[in-house]
C-alpha cells in the first residue's frame, strides 16, 4: 500500500502523528483497510498477536468475558483513539485481554504489530499520541466503573439508547441482552426497565430492537 492509497483512507486525517513515516516505513508494516458493519468484532486475542490497528471512522466497544461467562463493556473507542490495551498487550508481551465489537459501522486499518511498537519506540509523535491515548482511556474506564457503581440502572440504560440514537434515527438494534452487557446490568434487570419505559411511552420495543418514541422525555429522566 502507497502513501497515496494511505491518504485515501483518511488515516493522516484521523491520525496525523502519523504523518512523517516514509513510504519504506508502510512497506514493512503492510498496511490493509477494512470495513466491518455494526456488531462484527473488529478485533479479538489473536489478531493482537499480529496486528495493530487505528480505527478510522465509527466506534467500537471492547468487551471482556469472565470467568462465569458474562460478558461486559470495558471501554469505548471512537475514530482517532488507539485501543491502549492493545497497546499496552503488544508492549508486556501478554495476551490481548478483549474483543473489539463494532457498534457502528467502522472503517479500520491494521499493519504488522512488529512495526506497530516499532513505531512506539522510535517515532516520537506516534509516541506521543500513544501514550495521551493510554491515559484517556485509562481516566475513561476508571469513570465506565464508577458509573456502574453511583447510577441507577435506569438512567445508565435510558444514557445508552440516547447515546446510540438521533432524532432522525431512532431505532436501536440489540436484543435485550445486549444492552445488559452494555450498562453492567442483568437481562431480566433491563426488561423491566425497557416494559417500564414502554408503559410510560416513552420508547416501544420489540424482538431485537428498540425505537424512541419521545426522546425528550429519556433525557429529562437523565436530569431527574
Known sequence: MSIEIIKDTNLLGVFPCLGGLSQEEWTKAQPFAKRFPAKSKIFQREDAAVYGMFLLSGTARITVIHENGDESVLNRLSAGEICSLLVLSGLSGRDYPGSLIAETDVDALFVLRSRFLHWVQFHEPFRSTVFGG????????????????????EKRLASALLRVTTDQEPLVAA????????????REVVSRTLLKFARSGWIETGRGWVKIIQRNKLDHHLCD
Do not use: N, Y
Open 134 to 153: 493510554l491515559l484517556e482511556g485509562t481516566l475513561r474506564m476508571i469513570d465506565m466503573m464508577g458509573v456502574k457503581e453511583r447510577i441507577p440502572v
Open 175 to 186: 436484543t435485550h441482552q445486549e444492552l445488559a452487557e452494555e450498562i453492567g446490568s442483568a
